[in-house]
């Protein structure tokens, strides 16, 4: 599995899938803008495999189609702002530290919840609603690192077939040259 | 473990878990106050103040329908009902304690505990 427009589209599916999966999911505690980040594992990925540029361009297209699908303009611009936050985040420890990828994901899903307490209070115009700071920044921390690990085990068994695929795609290259050559050698 | 997690990626995230929570015990300090009315916000607009030891019903309309439905009673103030998808609203409880907010997302409802009915938000601060 290389780099391709196919592959770029798997993950975006994917990352959709997780969005749904996640609406599906019922919040216990009455905070909102509280939830899982599934799709963060898709863009964890994507972030790591393929470079951040596809990984930005899959996260806004998802939100947008999710937001088209089951959400309204507010949702959008919610989602937008805490995905693009988080995402700046996490790509500037990605490029400038040493950072796991786990810390990577927890400080992903700790800025992402600022972002939409940010785009709320803007929205309502109420600074009383950083009451709700303390409890998106500990929920984001924590799953933030549910994601990060979760990431983490994915990178490593996805990472493990790429590497596969693509000796096995030069074994089959080189393999196929020196049958070819054998071939010729016989005739 | 260690191949996944090294000793500075601890630290960070450490760190931002005791920023959570020392932001939840500033918090806890600074809304342990109860509170005297509630005003209520719709799409920016203040629909009113409200004192929270008179029981009340408080009707939100939007479009001539009513969206949100809110109750004061034996000093506490909650959602009764609600027009929307997720019902969050109702979840959020009872709230009584000055800065606790009841937030309809959907309808851009926002029910504040205050101090005064004629105080501003810096009323925090206090």
């Given at each position: 599995m290389k780099k391709s427009l196919p592959a770029l589209a798997v993950f975006l599916t994917f990352a959709l899938i997780c969005s749904y999966i996640e609406s599906l999911i019922p919040i216990?505690?009455?905070?909102?803008?509280?939830?899982?980040?599934?799709?963060n594992v898709v863009i964890i990925l994507l972030l790591y495999l393929f470079g951040p540029i596809d990984a930005i361009v899959v996260s806004i297209l998802r939100i947008l189609l999710i937001g088209f699908m089951f959400g309204n303009i507010y949702s959008i611009c919610y989602s937008l702002a805490g995905g693009l936050l988080s995402f700046v985040c996490m790509y500037l420890l990605y490029r400038?530290?040493?950072?796991?990828m786990i810390t990577v994901s927890v400080v992903g899903g700790f800025m992402h919840n600022v972002g939409q307490l940010i785009i709320a209070i803007l929205f309502f115009e109420?600074?009383?609603?950083?009451?709700y700071l303390p409890v998106l920044l500990i929920t984001g921390v924590v799953t933030g690192a549910v994601i990060g690990v979760i990431a983490q085990a994915v990178y490593a068994r996805i990472n493990k077939f790429i590497h596969k695929d693509d000796i096995s795609n030069d074994n089959i290259k080189n393999k196929s040259n020196e049958e070819l050559v054998e071939r010729k050698d016989n005739t | 473990m260690s191949k996944w997690l090294k000793k500075r990626d601890i630290i960070l995230i450490i760190s931002l878990l005791l920023v959570g929570v020392i932001a939840l015990l500033i918090w806890h300090f600074i809304y342990s106050v109860d509170g005297k009315f509630v005003s209520v916000e719709q799409r920016g607009n203040l629909i009113g103040t409200y004192p929270l030891n008179v029981d009340k019903e408080i009707e939100i309309e939007h479009r001539g329908q009513v969206v949100n439905k809110i109750i004061i009673e034996d000093g506490y103030c909650y959602m009764e009902?609600?027009?929307?998808?997720?019902?969050l609203c109702i979840k959020q409880g009872k709230i009584e304690k000055i800065g606790q907010t009841i937030v309809c997302l959907p309808n851009r409802v926002v029910v504040t505990v205050i101090s005064d009915s004629d105080t501003e938000y810096d009323s925090i601060a206090n």
């Open positions: 216990p505690f009455g905070v909102p803008g509280m939830k899982l980040g599934l799709t400038f530290s040493k950072f796991k109420n600074t009383y609603l950083i009451y | 009902n609600a027009e929307c998808p997720d019902h």
